[in-house]
Nanobody
Framework: QVQLVESGGGLVQAGGSLRLSCAAS????????LDWYRQAPGKERDLVAT???????HYSDLVKGRFTISERGAKNTVYLQMNNLKPEDTAVYYC????????????WGQGTQVIVSS
């Protein structure tokens, strides 16, 4: 069973930065895509950033220019660098991956809380 473990969340003031990490239990090159989602209280889970093997990185308009998704294969880890954080970025952030070998198989991490104070 593949595991994704997020870390790096916390409390930060508006304008500050955080870097989230998602460590996978197997090579990240075995996934077709790696994504970060977030879910605020009472709201749906929304896609924030994605890294696809076939066509690069993509971002939600809400975070474009402030967040950066990246990977480090040697550590089987994908990151989300979040700069110029705003109170509306407050949410639980989840790592998600789609299996490159098993059709319709995907994986979720347990989430990490980010709170941005004004």
């Amino acid at each position: 069973q593949v595991q994704l473990v997020e870390s790096g969340g916390g409390l930060v003031q508006a304008g500050g930065s955080l870097r989230l990490s998602c460590a996978a239990s197997r090579s990240i090159f075995s996934f077709d895509s790696l994504d970060w989602y977030r879910q605020a209280p009472g709201k749906e889970r929304d896609l924030v950033a994605t890294l696809r093997r076939d066509n690069g990185t993509h971002y939600s308009d809400l975070v474009k220019g402030r967040f950066t998704i990246s990977e480090r294969g040697a550590k089987n880890t994908v990151y989300l660098q979040m700069n110029n954080l705003k109170p509306e970025d407050t949410a639980v952030y989840y790592c998600h991956a789609k299996d490159a070998f098993l059709r319709d198989q995907d994986y979720w991490g347990q989430g990490t809380q980010v709170i941005v104070s004004s």
